[in-house]
């Protein structure tokens, strides 16, 4: 996999942590991670499709994902509830939407499908290769953004995101 | 007082917009969580705006906006996406939205683009 997939999704990620909290995240040290990996508490997949495949993976502990929640809330939330859960399954939404604008500028068309949140520490995740890690440190904790990308061969239509859509089915 | 159709696949969004539109005054005649409901409440409630997700299950919102410029050529649809890419927004404006908001937004900006929005149409 290349590194230069991993970046946009790291400045994706501070990006959208920064106007959510406040505070610009730090970037911790990149590292490899192998195609079977377990997971934090939380984690957020969003599937790749177009002229990069693969899969990013958010983790997250449940403690961070509840402050990420009420910081992104415009009404008071306190507990880790389905609507806390909606509101980090977007942050994984926003970041990948943002991603993919990057991967554009850089050459490289893609589209995200929806989030799938899943909850549970240590469970093992499989992703297509093996992918890259990189931790940001934000005030409110840990997140973890792991991303397995490819280059494809596939040709890109306009009919893009459909594709990315019925994959996700 | 202008009603509007919420099209997104996270309860969040749809709750975040419902709050933010109510407050300025709108009217929230319907949800949605895909666009193939988006495109079956638009034909059911015929709203005056449509705000419009890309990344959902069943039917993109580009999907379903094409299908609701087709049912209502005067549909005033607003994409609110986390989709920037330069193509896409010239597909979803050429297709027919009126304007196009990308995630996280400003509750002020999306209430600016709606009040724009419904004033032209």
Do not use: W
């Amino acid at each position: 996999m290349k590194v230069e997939f991993i970046n946009p999704f790291v400045v994706a990620g501070i990006d959208v942590l920064k106007t959510i909290i406040g505070s610009k995240p730090q970037q911790g040290q990149l590292a490899v991670r192998s195609a079977t990996f377990t997971t934090q508490q939380l984690s957020i997949v969003i599937g790749i499709t177009g002229g990069i495949e693969g899969q990013v993976v958010y983790g997250l502990s449940l403690v961070t994902a509840t402050k990420i929640a009420a910081a992104m809330s415009l009404v008071p939330t306190m507990a880790f509830d389905e609507f806390a859960s909606s509101a980090i399954s977007e942050l994984g939404n926003m970041i990948s939407g943002h991603a993919t604008t990057l991967l554009s500028e850089a050459g490289y068309d893609s589209a995200i499908t929806p989030p799938a949140l899943i909850r549970g520490a240590d469970i093992e995740i499989s992703t297509a290769t093996p992918g890259l890690v990189v931790p940001l440190y934000t005030d409110f904790g840990k997140i973890e953004i792991n991303v397995a990308l490819e280059e494809s061969d596939k040709e890109i239509g306009s009919d893009l995101h459909s594709k990315a859509t019925a994959s996700f089915q | 007082m202008a009603r509007i159709l919420l099209a997104d696949d996270t309860l969040f969004m749809r709750a975040t917009l419902k709050k933010v539109l109510s407050d300025a005054g709108f009217d929230i005649v319907g949800e949605a969580e895909n666009g193939k409901l988006a495109v079956e409440r638009y034909e059911e409630l015929k709203p005056d705006l449509v705000m419009l997700d890309i990344t959902m299950p069943v039917k993109t919102g580009l999907e379903a906006l094409e299908e609701i410029m087709k049912l209502d050529p005067n549909a005033t649809v607003i994409m609110c996406t986390a989709i920037g890419q330069e193509r896409v927004v010239a597909q979803a404006l050429q297709t027919g939205a009126k304007d196009y908001i990308i995630k996280p937004f400003k509750p002020d900006k999306v209430v600016d683009a709606v009040n724009k929005a419904i004033s032209r149409s």
